[in-house]
């Protein structure tokens, strides 16, 4: 099932004497974090109204309404700031990361389960498909169109083909 709120920052340190504080991005880039109107903090999703924000050095500088001086500022440090997905129109074809964590995955030719998604680690180069096998164990598969074949929200499933050799050590 697809969350409604997803996470997207943590703040880190206060900035200035405003209120402003500095958000760690935990998406693609502080730009993206700073194009929303509301955030909403921790696990009970609090709305927070932006009053303006801008990038710093990979970082983003929020004002939130309501949060005028560095006292209010410092009682959010560590807060998770969290979007409402209904806030975001994605492309065709695309998908947050936080909706393929847990599906299973399984194998494109034999049907077998490897195990679930734990993680997508960003390489830079490619994305990794980090699996949690039944037994524990951890299971490496680069997001590439040989590998990947392809990725069911209806029955939150990853088909992968691994290349020849990949999982050998796994058994």
């Not at 969350?3 to 693609?28: A, R, S, T, Y």
């Not at 806030?87 to 074809?93: F, S, T, Y």
């Not at 695309?94 to 195990?115: E, R, W």
Request: net charge negative; hydrophobic share 40%.
């Amino acid at each position: 099932m697809k969350k409604q709120f997803l996470e997207i920052g943590k703040i880190v340190n206060i900035h200035g004497l405003g209120g402003v504080v500095k958000v760690m991005p935990w998406c693609d880039s502080a730009e993206f974090l700073c194009e929303f109107e509301t955030l909403y903090r921790g696990k009970t999703h609090i709305p927070m109204e932006i009053e303006r924000a801008s990038v710093q050095k990979n970082m983003a500088l929020v004002k939130f309404r309501g949060v005028d001086n560095p006292d209010q500022a410092n009682a959010l440090r560590n807060a998770v700031l969290y979007m409402d997905r209904d806030d975001v129109e994605l492309e065709e074809g695309t998908f947050f990361i936080q909706d393929l964590i847990g599906m299973t995955v399984k194998d494109a030719d034999t049907g077998k389960v490897y195990g679930r998604l734990r993680d997508v680690l960003q390489t830079g180069a490619n994305d990794v498909y980090e699996i949690e096998t039944p037994e524990g164990k951890t299971l490496l598969a680069p997001v590439i169109p040989d590998v990947v074949i392809a990725q069911d929200f209806e029955t939150d499933t990853i088909t992968i083909r691994p290349l020849k050799g990949l999982f050998d050590d796994a058994d």
